[in-house]
């Protein structure tokens, strides 16, 4: 059987306050026995040193049989002080008098050798006839001379029997202090219990393990800092990503991860969602950062990193794969047209136009196909202008690919400058769509050091009160409902930053969008951010 949290606090609380409470009572009760003792041992002393003055005895012991004298004034003194007994001897240790008169005359039951040295002395642990007494011991003198002793005492269960007396107040006490210490425990129990949310011991270490093995699972980074600034937990993965030493934990997030962001949300309070953020590996990094709160206080942030390297990636080659789709269908569309005009020039007897329209239309692709790859030596660049260019047909959009564009192999970066590229020429084809002027013109330019392209199109520009928002994630004037909006800027954005690059934006007769990619590539500073100028939307 297992006690709660509430019942174990409340019995060690308990405990502790019935040991303390034993404890100060044996204390108090000793203290009270030895100031009883030294009570009646100064009540005793007093006696017997008046008793050893008094002349009566003093004289008596020159009498033929003291005892006659000095026991009637021994009684007396014993009934009228409250004493158990005056017992008065002479050198010999022989009695004169004694609470019983049968023992008169004989030798004492106790050591009285300091009293007739002269030295008075108080015994409390002296067993006599009469069982264990507080005695005070007396020289008693005449002229300078011990002539005897004078030993006046009160038992020892008296004293008891006094002590005892005290115990029901003593009780009393205890048992208060029992109860306002039980429920004192009770609240600091239950205090406790609120403090945990209700949480028992075995409860809150089970969820810290599945707390522990949930961040060893999950497959995002997550860095929690307390309201100081304090990494208080890294997971595997946050150490991973942002290549980070075991010795995190206890260190400053500014000394930890610089441009985390965590500070500012312990700061201000307001979460921070779905920001992009550059390794210096070259991953591209979501970050959410949220504050947290304990009972409304806040107590710290927490930020989880997920890496998106993969999923632009993947998208990229979805947007390859989806633009030679297009490509393809463009390419039937209008091939399925030239065939039917084809063969309606043949059914009118017109065999020879028929031949001269395949010949114009063959050249024309053997142009395309073979003179493109030789100005645009990257193939997946080449490959893209070609596959837009059958889509710009289809739609009735002439694509012009600048007669002095050049680009020699790209390596690494290829599918970045493939994205970008891709998304700036359909954000230009959506720009010129239902214009007078439907053309859309790619300019290409490679010096060895860098890589700049240009995608201009006749459309009706970017709205100037737009220009500072048109890179921002989401943000689209699109206003035709289809999902993805906003997405296609930030992509290019992304893939151009990746790599060290820079997009910009202007109005010229239309937009310009330039690209500019560094020849040598290099990531950026780890965790870079990528602010609202350089997270990508979607215009027109």
């Given at each position: 059987?297992?006690?709660?949290?509430?019942?174990q606090?409340?019995?060690?609380?308990?405990?502790?306050?019935?040991?303390?409470?034993?404890?100060?009572?044996?204390?108090?009760?000793?203290?009270?026995?030895?100031?009883?003792?030294?009570?009646?041992?100064?009540?005793?002393?007093?006696?017997?040193?008046?008793?050893?003055?008094?002349?009566?005895?003093?004289?008596?012991?020159?009498?033929?049989?003291?005892?006659?004298?000095?026991?009637?004034?021994?009684?007396?003194?014993?009934e009228?002080?409250?004493?158990?007994?005056?017992?008065i001897?002479?050198?010999?240790?022989?009695?004169?008098?004694?609470?019983?008169?049968?023992?008169?005359?004989?030798?004492?039951?106790?050591?009285?050798?300091?009293?007739?040295?002269?030295?008075?002395?108080?015994?409390?642990?002296?067993?006599?006839?009469?069982?264990?007494?507080?005695?005070a011991?007396?020289?008693?003198?005449?002229?300078?001379?011990?002539?005897?002793?004078?030993?006046?005492?009160?038992?020892?269960?008296?004293a008891?029997?006094?002590?005892?007396?005290?115990?029901?107040?003593?009780?009393?006490?205890?048992?208060?202090?029992?109860?306002?210490?039980?429920?004192?425990?009770?609240?600091?129990?239950?205090?406790?219990?609120?403090?945990?949310?209700?949480?028992?011991?075995?409860?809150?270490?089970t969820?810290?393990?599945?707390?522990?093995?949930?961040?060893?699972?999950?497959?995002?980074?997550?860095?929690?800092?307390?309201?100081?600034?304090?990494?208080?937990?890294?997971?595997?993965?946050?150490?991973?990503?942002?290549?980070?030493?075991?010795?995190?934990?206890g260190?400053s997030?500014?000394?930890?991860?610089?441009?985390?962001?965590?500070?500012?949300?312990?700061?201000?309070?307001?979460?921070?969602?779905?920001?992009?953020?550059?390794?210096?590996?070259?991953?591209?990094?979501?970050?959410?950062?949220?504050?947290?709160?304990?009972?409304?206080?806040?107590?710290?942030?927490?930020?989880?990193?997920?890496?998106?390297?993969?999923?632009?990636?993947?998208?990229?080659?979805?947007?390859?794969?989806?633009?030679?789709?297009?490509?393809?269908?463009?390419?039937?569309?209008?091939?399925?047209?030239?065939?039917h005009?084809?063969?309606?020039?043949?059914?009118?007897?017109?065999?020879?136009?028929?031949?001269?329209?395949v010949?114009?239309?063959?050249?024309?692709?053997?142009?395309?196909?073979?003179?493109?790859?030789?100005?645009?030596?990257?193939?997946?660049?080449?490959?893209?202008?070609?596959?837009?260019?059958?889509?710009?047909?289809?739609?009735?959009?002439?694509?012009?690919?600048?007669?002095?564009?050049?680009?020699?192999?790209?390596?690494?970066?290829?599918?970045?400058l493939?994205?970008?590229?891709?998304?700036?020429?359909?954000?230009?084809?959506?720009?010129?769509?239902?214009?007078?002027?439907?053309?859309?013109?790619?300019?290409?330019?490679?010096?060895?050091?860098?890589?700049?392209?240009?995608?201009?199109?006749?459309?009706?520009?970017?709205?100037?009160?737009?220009?500072?928002?048109?890179?921002?994630?989401?943000?689209?004037?699109?206003?035709?409902?289809?999902?993805?909006?906003?997405?296609?800027?930030?992509l290019?954005r992304?893939?151009?930053?990746r790599?060290?690059?820079?997009?910009?934006?202007r109005?010229?007769?239309?937009?310009?969008?330039?690209?500019?990619?560094?020849?040598?590539?290099?990531?950026?500073?780890?965790?870079?951010?990528?602010?609202?100028?350089?997270?990508?939307?979607?215009?027109?």
């Amino acid at each position: 059987m297992r006690f709660g949290l509430r019942a174990q606090v409340l019995a060690i609380q308990a405990g502790i306050v019935l040991l303390v409470v034993a404890a100060v009572s044996a204390a108090y009760l000793a203290i009270l026995a030895r100031l009883i003792e030294r009570e009646y041992g100064d009540r005793v002393m007093s006696v017997a040193q008046t008793v050893a003055l008094m002349p009566p005895i003093v004289q008596a012991f020159d009498d033929p049989d003291p005892s006659t004298t000095i026991q009637p004034l021994a009684q007396a003194i014993t009934e009228r002080a409250g004493l158990t007994f005056v017992v008065i001897s002479n050198r010999d240790h022989l009695r004169y008098s004694h609470p019983v008169p049968q023992r008169i005359g004989e030798i004492v039951a106790f050591d009285d050798r300091l009293a007739l040295q002269g030295i008075p002395e108080i015994t409390t642990d002296e067993t006599g006839t009469l069982g264990r007494a507080i005695r005070a011991k007396v020289p008693i003198y005449r002229d300078d001379q011990v002539i005897g002793v004078a030993t006046v005492g009160i038992l020892g269960r008296s004293a008891e029997d006094l002590l005892q007396s005290y115990w029901p107040q003593i009780g009393a006490v205890a048992l208060g202090a029992l109860v306002v210490g039980g429920w004192i425990s009770w609240l600091l129990a239950s205090h406790i219990r609120r403090e945990i949310f209700g949480l028992e011991p075995r409860q809150i270490a089970t969820r810290l393990e599945q707390r522990d093995a949930m961040l060893r699972c999950i497959r995002e980074g997550v860095i929690a800092i307390d309201s100081e600034g304090v990494v208080d937990v890294v997971n595997d993965e946050a150490r991973r990503l942002l290549d980070l030493q075991d010795s995190a934990t206890g260190h400053s997030i500014r000394d930890v991860v610089p441009a985390s962001g965590l500070p500012a949300v312990v700061e201000t309070g307001q979460p921070a969602e779905d920001q992009l953020l550059l390794a210096a590996s070259g991953r591209v990094m979501v970050v959410n950062r949220m504050p947290v709160h304990v009972r409304g206080e806040l107590v710290g942030a927490i930020a989880t990193f997920r890496d998106q390297t993969e999923v632009q990636r993947l998208a990229s080659e979805l947007s390859g794969a989806r633009s030679h789709l297009d490509a393809l269908r463009a390419q039937a569309h209008e091939f399925a047209n030239k065939l039917h005009t084809i063969s309606g020039l043949i059914e009118m007897g017109r065999p020879e136009r028929a031949v001269a329209l395949v010949r114009a239309t063959t050249q024309q692709q053997q142009v395309l196909i073979e003179e493109l790859p030789q100005r645009i030596q990257e193939p997946a660049v080449a490959a893209l202008l070609l596959g837009k260019t059958s889509v710009a047909a289809e739609r009735g959009i002439t694509l012009e690919v600048a007669p002095d564009s050049r680009l020699g192999p790209v390596g690494e970066c290829a599918d970045d400058l493939t994205t970008a590229l891709g998304n700036l020429i359909e954000n230009a084809f959506d720009a010129v769509e239902g214009r007078p002027a439907r053309v859309v013109r790619v300019e290409i330019g490679d010096d060895g050091q860098e890589i700049k392209a240009r995608v201009r199109d006749t459309g009706p520009g970017i709205n100037p009160d737009h220009l500072q928002r048109i890179f921002e994630q989401g943000f689209s004037t699109k206003q035709d409902g289809v999902r993805g909006r906003g997405l296609g800027l930030v992509l290019a954005r992304r893939a151009v930053a990746r790599w060290g690059g820079e997009l910009s934006v202007r109005n010229e007769d239309g937009a310009v969008f330039e690209l500019v990619l560094p020849r040598v590539a290099r990531a950026v500073p780890v965790l870079q951010p990528v602010g609202p100028a350089e997270q990508g939307g979607s215009v027109r």
